[in-house]
């Protein structure tokens, strides 16, 4: 166990624990108010909206898994980056009209929307059921990251002690969650993104001096790592599953509760363009970040003897911290752990308090207590919040962690199945919410379908288009699928005679609001 490193690990997570406190009283509301404990009041401005963003979206364990796939598979591995791209003009043009509808209307969940313009409580409880189900794993993965940080750092990992570090850290998070809501992982954020840079830039001058070099670090990398598979006969290979699982991530990412919910909580829709076009500097970080996994490989990590029992669990995913224990004295090892561990709670705080906000507005409110009091509804918020912390601790501790990670794979493929609803919904309201519900189902079906076939391993699909093979993300054929089926189910409803529901919302509900001060 390394000493320092321990000691400057453990001072970086008491400084965010009593920040994460201290955030109740940070820009005071009434946090007996849902929209004040899960949304700050929609308050954030640009600068703390950028940081609150960045944490959300830009995870520990994509500070883990993106370098690993990197280490492990090569270029298909910077799939993240390009993907990471494409989401900001899609923000940028999209999540200012979710805001100011949501601000009119006091929305605080996509299915609040869905509701609202669909008049349809049955498929705002598909889009309710799918953003829970699809955030539950994606918490368990952020425990993944403090796992091998903590394992890296010395600790033991199996049996209940191994699992001790792991279970008072999410304690920690549960009790200044519950505490101060949408404030605390906004305030710990800032740190966590300070510590990133920090750590990304220092590797980037240190770890190439002394590997000699970015031109020695590419030199010994396998040819067949550093290209994808070029399309070959009637089959474009990696190119098209490349392109189909940047193009699929990226309309996924704001669909998720977790992106919402940060995105909601922002002052307007000014802030929020104004963070789509800052944002990118988180993907030439996560770009850097990739090549972590590039000079992994060319340092041999995974062949250093003190490090192989680690590989044999973590497998590719201990390819960062085995590079860091390798590269850095202690004390910067601890930095950099440090802001792998707090980028795990930034993340799940979040992810916490949107799954909350799903349950208690549109599954309790909805069917089990439609006249409970603003108090009541804030305090329900509260529990499922720590039931949702429990359920991926557990989770995370009693299954395999390749479940997880599979789970999270079909995550990706259920919560793109909302797209027709909440984006679509954002421009038209021509498709009926029975067409809409017909769609998601057929949606899910299907790539849960493709899923299965591969034994969960992955989501791609070999379309076959006029004897081309076109292997790609199911999720985004699982889409075009499910808007193919609104499409037509509309159409044969309105040739049926069946009108759609209601609409709450008018045309000007979704322009801009003036932001406050």
Known sequence: ???????????????????????????????????????????????????????????????????????????????????????????????????????????????????????????????????????????????????????????????????????ISFIILAAYTYTSGLRAPALIAIVKDLLIYITIIVAMIVIPAKLGGFAAIFAKIPADRLLLKAPSGDSLNAYSAYTTLALGSALALFLYPHSVTAILSSRGGSTIRRNMLLLPAYSLLLGLLALLGFMAYAAGIDKMPEYAGYFKTYKAQFAVPGLFLAMFPSWFVGVAFAAIAIGALVPAAIMSIAAANLFTRNIYREFIAPDCTPARETQVAKIVSLVVKIGALIFIVGVPQQFAIQLQLLGGVWIIQTLPAIILGLYTRALDHRALLLGWLTGIGFGTWVAYQSGFKNATYALQVFGLTMPGYAALYALVLNILVGVVATVALGLLGLKPAGDSTRPGDFDDVAEAA
């Open 1 to 167: 166990m390394d000493t320092v490193a321990i000691a400057v690990f453990v001072f970086f997570f008491l400084f965010v624990t009593l920040l994460g406190f201290f955030a109740a009283r940070w820009r005071r509301g009434d946090l007996s108010s849902l929209h004040e404990w899960g949304l700050a009041g929609r308050r954030f401005g640009t600068v703390v909206s950028w940081f609150l963003v960045g944490g959300d979206l830009y995870t520990a364990y994509t500070f883990i898994a993106v370098p690993a796939a990197v280490f492990g598979a090569g270029a298909v591995g910077f799939f993240a980056v390009p993907y990471t791209i494409l989401i900001y003009p899609f923000g940028f043009l999209v999540l200012p009209r979710l805001w100011a509808v949501s601000k009119r209307h006091g929305y605080i969940t996509p299915a609040d929307f869905v509701r609202g313009r669909y008049n349809s409580p049955l498929l705002a409880l598909a889009i309710a059921v799918t953003g829970i189900i699809a955030t539950m794993p994606y918490i368990a993965l952020q425990l993944v990251g403090i796992q091998v940080v903590i394992a890296a750092l010395g600790f033991p990992t199996e049996g209940l002690v191994g699992e001790l570090p792991l279970v």
